[in-house]
């Protein structure tokens, strides 16, 4: 629970009125609702998390109830909460000059910063790096330079999918109607479906279909057009319902992209940073992008996000840049986990848990058939509910019960994806006795919520 030093800070900053005797969800719930104009996940579910407390998968709300974090901060966390050989080195740089600007002038940790993700990037040589605060800000310095470069300006996008919440981000996205409906749309975009092989929407199967999905994008584009700047797509469809592609598809994509002339934009903001066992997910699937859109687990927390692409990526100076980006604390934090996540040996890391939670949730599916489909790659995956697992029909109420319980009883710090899946991106600091524990406590979850 929060401590008088705590509340000490809050009184330096003038809030006499936060002690001991205010350390309640509901509480904290309501100023929240009076001031924020939102919170992405609905407040009836959720406690008020502490901000002073926390370790590894160990998450805290306020009234001091412990949950097991399998959302990693939303893929944010790489190594956990308050990581100790982290906050040793956040002291260290914490009296840097924070305040340069960091696509504006010339800096040392930019510099290094932007040659160690080069050196990390799949695909063709000769990149370059443009740096941002945010995933949909990543998102979208890739397709501006795609613009740039290519002076075309439709992008092929796929459904589900999410890039982001802002202007072109926006645009491709298409995973919830409540993020687009009434917002007037940034940039044309050419959308077909996310190959998801569960739900085929041309009714085949992955062992032999003829990739419909990739020739559903060939005619789009006969019909629609081809003056393409490039094709936007998640390596594995995350917010959409952790959607796993076939390599075939991804490839059938990138080969239209690539006869069109247009370029190939990987958004590795959930995927990437090594959370599948590459730094890159599309790694998987024998593609070279030309884009990488990178962001969470990049600044480990702090607001970081990166565009890589063709160098010079845009055809002048100042066609394109953001303030805050890449200040020097944040370049040397992000440096700082690169070299861990590396030493650490989290990329081999996260395969061997990642099979071993595809392994226990596969387990769990044969005891509840309302579980139609397990799937993931490494640290990310996710579960489908269903009503039938013969019919398929999706058990959309079913899964928002289902989070009431694992959150609420349980102690599960879980987050949905899609309409009727639950995703599992936990830090790579995972271990097995937690994963039996997780897959314990969804077993429990599953029996005591009826369908
Ligand atoms: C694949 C993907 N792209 C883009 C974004 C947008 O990132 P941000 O919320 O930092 O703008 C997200 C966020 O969840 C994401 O998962």
Redesign the pocket.
Known sequence: MMDRKDFEILKELGFEDVGPDTMKNDYWKKRGADALAITTQARDIYGCLDHTRGEGLEIYDIEGTKYLDMTGG?AVRALGLRYRPFIDFEMKVADVVKELPGMDFDAIPQTLLAERILSLMPGPDKKRVTFTT????A?EGCMKSAMDLSRKNRFIAFRPA????TGY?LAATASNSKHKSGYPQGVDVIRVSYPYCYRCPYGQNVEDCNIECVEALRYALQVEGNDIAATLM?PLC??GGLIVPPAKAIRGMYEVTKDLGAYFIS?E??AGMGRTGKWCAIEHFDVEPDYV?L??ALGGGYPL?ASIGPAPMFTGPARHSETFSAEPKMSLIALWHIKHIEEGGYLQRNVKMGNYLLKRLTEVKEKHEVIGDVRGMGLMVGIELVKDPKTKEKAIEYRNKLVKNLVQKQKLWILGAGQNCIRFTPSYVITKEQIDDMAERLDRALSETEL
């Open positions: 939303v945010s995933g949909g800000r998102v999410f890039h982001g919440r981000a998640e995350g917010e958004d903001i959930q859109a962001a969470k996000g």
